[in-house]
């Protein structure tokens, strides 16, 4: 598929050179100097931490994150939307560590701006075909029996500027419309069971309390089988951003169906034409035909360091390559990674929990020699569906698409350590 002795980037052209570069090697230097080579006066000598008090344990009643660490932020690229009310910011995906997404770092999509609905304000109805339509309060809702799932969410548009080459540099920006969180709420089929859900009830329309008024069809099957009415995330009540109080989780299919401030859901006998947005979640394909109703998101996977916000820093020697990778379908059973643009693939270590529609951290230690790098990850998950390359992805749906890009991404490292994204052909 891949032409591996031409690598054309999106950017430049590239000479024809070498791509040899050393594999994964024991025992080599991380960089830590010798005491005894030197002076190492941050060790060595009383420092100003060392020596005077700090805060008191009433300086901080919500903690916020060290002062030091003021780049691990939200960020948004002001050229993409007309408005930030009706926008979107990005994960920091090259700032974390594990699989799970702090709170104030998920990326927003709202349609409408952030809702602030005070939780006894709020109220969440079933109608349509049921036997008993009723309208719950939260703390109605907490008496249903509870669940913690940890769920990834990712917008249908993550990596959409992509599709017709190396736009965004950085994965922040090419891959940050996702988030990895650990959810606390109810089953939905707890709900409408109590509703009773008519024979004739086959689609859900769930509902926003936002100005957008968010609305999309739902399968019943899906209902039945994962979605969740959640009040909670990582540990925490919802954060205003992420739909505060009420939102629906609907596992591994596409963010848009996970209606933010859910205050409504009608249960009908066919799937609704909505108000907004009626042709966009459609992939249009090269040949003029749609591919409609494609909710489960695909394998992917990226690197996320290095990547153009997270240079090699270290010169040579020992570097630790990590990145996340998740499927829709499951759990991802491996993960394959490149340094040579793919011509050799190494097997990756995955860290942490492998969780079903849950992202997983995978890691590729080896010993840069300082050569010009193409990295690349390609995941493969338990259905044994493989993410494919990009040229792969063209010339299967064409390049009019902006959703459900989820096509192998190469980062190019220069001898410097800088990186920058790049295509390879
Ligand atoms: N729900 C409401 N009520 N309003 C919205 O604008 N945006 C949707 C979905 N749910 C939206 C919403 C889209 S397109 C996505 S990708 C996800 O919420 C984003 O969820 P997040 O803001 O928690 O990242
Ligand atoms: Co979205």
Redesign the pocket.
């Known amino acids: 598929m891949m032409k591996k002795d031409n690598f054309q980037p999106a950017r430049r052209r590239w000479l024809k050179r070498s791509l040899t570069v050393g594999g994964a090697a024991a025992g080599v230097a991380t960089g830590a100097t010798a005491l005894a080579s030197g002076s190492e006066s941050l060790i060595t000598e009383v420092q100003d931490w060392n020596r005077y008090l700090g805060d008191g344990v009433d300086a901080n009643p919500y903690g916020m994150p060290s002062k030091f660490e003021g780049e691990a932020i939200r960020r948004d690229v002001a050229w993409l939307t007309a408005d930030a009310k009706s926008s979107v910011n990005f994960t920091p995906l090259h700032k974390l560590e594990g699989i799970i997404t702090p709170n104030g770092l ?7 701006g952030i809702a602030q609905i005070a939780p006894e304000d709020h109220r969440f109805m079933i109608n349509g075909l049921v036997d008993t339509p009723l309208v719950f309060t939260m703390e109605d809702l907490k008496r249903f029996p509870r669940h913690n799932r940890t769920y990834f ?1 990712e ?3 993550n990596s959409g500027m992509e599709w017709r080459g190396a736009q965004l540099n950085g994965c922040q920006f090419t891959h940050g ?1 996702v ?1 990895n969180v650990m959810y606390t709420g109810v089953m939905l089929k707890d709900i409408l069971a109590e509703a009773g859900v008519k024979a004739s009830g086959k689609w859900l329309l769930p509902e ?3 100005p ?1 008024h ?1 609305t999309r069809s739902i399968p019943i099957e899906k209902a039945m089988d994962d979605c969740m009415v959640v009040f909670a995330m990582n540990g925490e009540a919802l954060r205003p ?3 505060y109080p009420l939102r629906l989780v609907v596992p591994g299919w ?8 859910l205050r409504r859901i009608e249960i009908g006998d066919q799937p609704w034409h909505h108000r907004e947005e009626t042709s966009k979640y459609t992939d249009l394909l090269a040949d003029g035909r749609a591919r409609r109703f494609t909710w489960t998101m695909d394998i992917k996977s990226v690197i996320t360091n290095p990547s153009p916000q997270a240079p090699i820093n270290h010169g040579r020697g020992r570097t630790v390559l990590s990145g996340l990778a998740w499927s829709g379908h499951g759990t991802v059973s491996r993960v394959d990674v490149s340094i040579d643009g793919g011509r050799n693939w190494h097997t990756a270590r995955i860290d942490g929990p492998s969780l079903s529609k849950s992202v997983h951290r995978f890691y590729y230690e080896f010993d840069w020699d300082g050569r010009e790098l193409f990295l690349q990850s390609r995941a493969i998950d338990e259905k044994r569906h493989i993410q494919p390359t990009k040229q792969a992805l063209r010339e299967a749906r064409g390049e009019n698409s902006i959703y459900h890009n989820n096509a192998i991404q190469t980062w190019y490292i220069a001898k410097d350590g800088t990186a920058e994204n790049v295509e390879i052909s």
């Not at 596409?254 to 401030?261: D, H, L």
Request: proline share 0%; net charge negative; glycine share 14%.
């Open positions: 998920c990326f927003e999509r709202h349609h409408g969410l917008c249908a548009a419309m988030h926003g309390a936002d957008s968010m951003e992420q739909g596409e963010g848009n169906m996970w209606v933010k401030w």
